[in-house]
């Protein structure tokens, strides 16, 4: 669905919300959305465009329903669908495959909004690796591999999931250990072991990370290393998962995924051989910027009902809002999610500007994208834990949404990248001190 029919489906869709919310707000107050708090000025008119219709989409998801999958751990299959129904899941795709053909830019507003919505961390991780993991199969993709893919990713027939982590590499990504052997006739045996991998349990395709040369036989670390579009067939010899028990987002699945001798074709490999670092860069500063985008949406919706809270709580015949000590913290959060907003859709252009524009280096743009997901998880921790405190005791109680949030914040600050290897980065890079690891 291109980006024209995307604003023209957006009355129809808006009705379809409105009708969803009058429902959802006889279940009680924790159904509706917050109020949204942040400043969109300055935004352009496709963002703009994309948050309004986006939020029409969310709105028939109400928080109760996230609150539901957290306690259950089941999947959001229905908000995947809706999202793949208006043709949200290719937002950053080409057109002449389905996609909407827009950018980094407005995929990251679109996550954003479903963390903003309520939906939080999980709700976003539930399409996360559709739009990002999939720049680097859009890119370098053959023709066969575009068609046969990505319109069936679009339409969410097949979910995809991202296949980098190891346990025993952690963030040293260029030490990974899985291993994708070169058979006679072409084909691959994979064997290894990959960890954290979302949505691993539903997804129908991976794009994987393997070396195909020994570290020991390369000049260099980064060097030897492929990716690839595979199938995860569970009815195929040599494919098992774990499902991890984790902290929060507990909707979306987590695992440990093994490989052992699990056989994928020639034309599963994206690229040449042995560039697949290269080429999967191409994804990682993407999901960056994605990520700083959800962290901003869990922030604000955090935010705004602390202060929702505090506006209507009275103690000591007075509501809580009027005094400092509640009102300055939460004037504070603020402050520093619009300016993680800032550095986030800045780092969003330049991704999307760098495409077309040659004077944009890729390492500005990494440290962008770094620097934006760094701010944006550090302002949306401060704002979800004032969001608790703010509430007091009724901050650890699931129906008032924040205790959910904060759980879920700590994700942005460990994954992808760590905040120390995000320090470590941009002390190499832009401050020119000696590398420490």
Known sequence: MSFPTLARSLLSVCRTAQASARLARKNGFSTSAPKQLMSTVGFTDNQLTVRQAVSTVCAQFPNTYWQERDQTEEDPKEFHAALAKDGWLGIALPESLGGAGLGIS??????????????????????????????????????????????????????????????????????????????????????????????????????????????????????????????????????????????????????EVFFDNYHIPADSRIGEEGKGFKIILHGMNAERCLLAGEALGLGYAALAKATEYARTR??????????????????????????????????????????????????????????????????????????????????????????????????????PVSREMILNYISEKVLELPRSY
Request: with cysteine; proline share 4%; net charge positive.
């Open 314 to 415: 009275v103690v000591f015949q007075r509501p809580i809002g009027q005094n400092q000590a509640i009102a300055h913290p939460l004037a504070d959060a603020y402050m520093k999610l619009e300016g993680a907003k800032l550095a986030t859709y800045h780092a969003a252009r330049l991704y999307d500007d760098s495409r077309t524009n040659e004077s944009i280096r890729p390492d500005a743009v990494g440290v962008a994208a770094n620097s934006a997901k760094y701010m944006a998880a550090e302002a949306a921790f401060v704002a979800c834990e004032r969001a608790v405190l703010t509430h007091g005791g009724m901050g650890y109680a699931v129906e008032y949404d924040v205790e959910r949030w904060f759980r879920e914040c700590l994700v942005p600050r460990i994954a």
């Open 106 to 255: 407005e995929a990251t507003m679109m996550m954003q909004t479903i963390a903003e919505s309520g939906a939080g961390m999980q709700g976003a991780q539930s399409i996360h690796a559709n739009v990002y993991a999939t720049q680097p199969l859009a890119k370098f993709g053959t023709k066969q591999q575009l068609e046969s893919n990505i319109p069936n990713i679009i339409s969410g027939k097949w979910r995809v999931c991202f296949g980098v982590t190891e346990p025993n590499a952690g963030l040293d990504t260029l030490r990974l250990s899985t291993t994708a052997k070169k058979l006679s006739d072409g084909s691959y045996s994979v064997t290894g072991q990959k960890i954290w991998i979302t949505c691993a349990q539903v997804a129908s395709k991976m794009i994987l990370l393997a070396r195909t040369t020994p570290l020991e036989e390369v000049k260099k670390p980064s060097e030897g290393l492929s990716i690839f579009c595979i199938d995860l067939d569970r009815s195929q010899p040599g494919l098992t998962m774990r499902r991890i028990k984790k902290m929060g987002g507990r909707g979306v699945d987590a695992n």
